[in-house]
């Protein structure tokens, strides 16, 4: 991957990059008894001061957006196109301005929209400047069951929530939590 110029790709707190970084990405489709063991680890990590970085775009992943926010952890937000040229979340502002944020995009200003290939780039991105990752669940049609499969042939850590449905993940070497 290309070495991103982060003054021309980014906005907010870049000293956030110097920091450990845990990487969280999560399918769409996620079963309801993961999704309260989901909020309980965000919950969990939104005061600890530990980096989260995400493309927060699914909707359990804008969600728990939400919680972050409302903490005091530091966030990285990785667009999966072009950096906006204005933002109207509120929250986001205010996390902006905090500099408890930042905001990243490895792609150039013609990259306008989200596709599913910006996203693969996207998450890639994500693991390559993160320090570990923790999945909390992956649909097996999903877009992202082989790139976590990948991920689980190297030595990168990667953590699940402990549960019969991620037993295949779990079984494949991520961590169970």
Not at 1 to 25: H, P
Not at 53 to 69: R, W
Not at 152 to 162: A, E, Q, R, S
Request: net charge positive.
């Amino acid at each position: 991957m290309k070495k991103i110029d982060y003054k021309e790709y980014s906005v907010g707190n870049r000293e956030l990059l110097k920091r450990q970084k845990t990487a969280f990405l999560c399918s769409r489709k996620i079963p309801s008894s993961i999704l309260l063991k989901t909020y309980d680890w965000v919950l969990d990590r939104r005061d600890s001061q530990k980096c989260i970085i995400s493309g927060f775009h699914s909707p359990i992943e804008k969600e728990m957006l939400t919680y972050f926010l409302r903490g005091s952890s530091p966030v990285i937000l990785a667009m999966a196109r072009s950096m906006p040229k204005d933002f109207n979340d509120d929250r986001i502002k205010k996390a902006l301005s905090s500099e408890k944020m930042l905001i990243v995009s490895p792609f150039t200003e013609n990259i306008t929209r989200a596709t599913e290939d910006t996203a693969k780039i996207r998450n890639q991105f994500i693991v390559d400047i993160s320090n570990e990752l923790f999945v909390p669940f992956v649909n097996k049609d999903g877009l992202l069951y082989d790139f976590i499969l990948s991920l689980l042939k190297t030595d990168f850590p990667v953590y699940t929530i402990n549960v019969n449905e991620n037993d295949e993940l779990i079984k494949a070497g991520a961590i169970a939590v």
